[in-house]
């Protein structure tokens, strides 16, 4: 039901609000990942996402750290969809093959201060961002900063709105990305 409650628009077919952030996408990546052209069904959402992400992808915290937060959330919220994107990303980056496995089954990390962030993150999932002073210092302990604490809760932000949104829609796993689902 969703493919027809949420339909693969084009760039032509998206509410016109859509059209431009659907147009850079399809350029950057080379074809329009049917996860974007569901969510452009609002394109507040499209929007919404991209701009939290571009605030993300602009903090202190290293790539390496943003990366893992993004997989972290993938893997909590089940979305198929963004655990094969991060991968892709992953691997890019040369990431440690022992960390992708880890990320990829919400294991334990093999990287002490990359293990320290993910407990950090499901610290403040869980408590919903009070996380207690022990949370704090282990995560600060490991050579993150209170900014990079707050950079956490914008990341959490914009995947946990791209992880529900592409879990509503049932958005496939297409193009590049199929090899690692």
């Not at 027809?4 to 147009?23: G, K, N, Q, W, Y």
Request: one cysteine or more.
């Amino acid at each position: 039901m969703s493919a027809t409650v949420f339909p693969d628009h084009t760039i032509e077919s998206a509410p016109a609000a859509a059209r431009p952030a659907l147009a850079a996408i399809a350029k950057k990546q080379g074809f329009l990942p049917s996860a974007a052209a569901r969510m452009a069904t609002s394109p507040e959402v499209l929007g919404g996402f991209l701009k939290m992400n571009a605030l993300f992808e602009a903090t202190t915290l290293d790539r390496l750290s943003r990366e893992v937060l993004s997989m972290t959330m993938a893997t909590r919220n089940g979305c198929h969809v963004c655990v094969a994107m991060h991968t892709g990303i992953l691997t890019s980056l040369d990431a440690d093959p022992a960390l992708l496995a880890a990320l990829r089954e919400g294991a334990p990390l093999p990287d002490e201060r990359l293990e320290a962030l993910r407990q950090f993150i499901l610290d403040a999932l869980a408590t919903s961002g009070a996380v207690g002073d022990d949370a704090l210092r282990s995560f600060m302990e490991h050579g993150y900063t209170s900014r990079n604490a707050l950079e956490v809760v914008l990341g959490i932000s914009a995947y946990t709105l791209s992880t529900l949104a592409n879990r509503m829609t049932d958005a496939p796993v297409d193009g590049p990305l199929a090899r690692f689902a």
